[in-house]
Nanobody, 123 residues
Framework: VQLQASGGGLVQAGGSMRLSCSASGRTFSIYHMGWFRQAPGKERESVAAVTWSGTITDYADSVKGRSTISKDNAKNTVYLQMDSLKSEDTAVYYC?????????????????WGQGTQVTVSS
């Protein structure tokens, strides 16, 4: 499975962004996909996740209520829409995919990772 992330950049605080992650290869084997982020000097943390079927989503408390993860089955693409951006959202964002998980935001259950995309929120 190959993952290609896009959509990062410089955004003003209070603004919005949408990240995209396109999956290719053995996508039939994917059970779930997620977005993680890593700020300088911090651990990589889960932001949001969705099952390949799109029926289950889960969000970190820090983004809940202002973020939406969604999936376009026809395009094998997962999106992360984030609104009301804050300076603390500044990080490198990574998309990831896994074959199975009982907790779709658990980092260890992801087997494939895309390249990171930088998101910088200016205040």
């Amino acid at each position: 499975v190959q993952l290609q992330a896009s959509g990062g950049g410089l955004v003003q605080a209070g603004g919005s962004m949408r990240l995209s992650c396109s999956a290719s290869g053995r996508t039939f084997s994917i059970y779930h996909m997620g977005w993680f982020r890593q700020a300088p000097g911090k651990e990589r943390e889960s932001v949001a996740a969705v099952t390949w079927s799109g029926t289950i989503t889960d969000y970190a408390d820090s983004v809940k209520g202002r973020s939406t993860i969604s999936k376009d089955n026809a395009k094998n693409t997962v999106y992360l829409q984030m609104d009301s951006l804050k300076s603390e959202d500044t990080a490198v964002y990574y998309c990831a995919a896994g074959h199975w998980s009982s907790d779709i935001r658990r980092r260890g259950d992801y087997a494939y990772w895309g390249q990171g995309t930088q998101v910088t929120v200016s205040s």
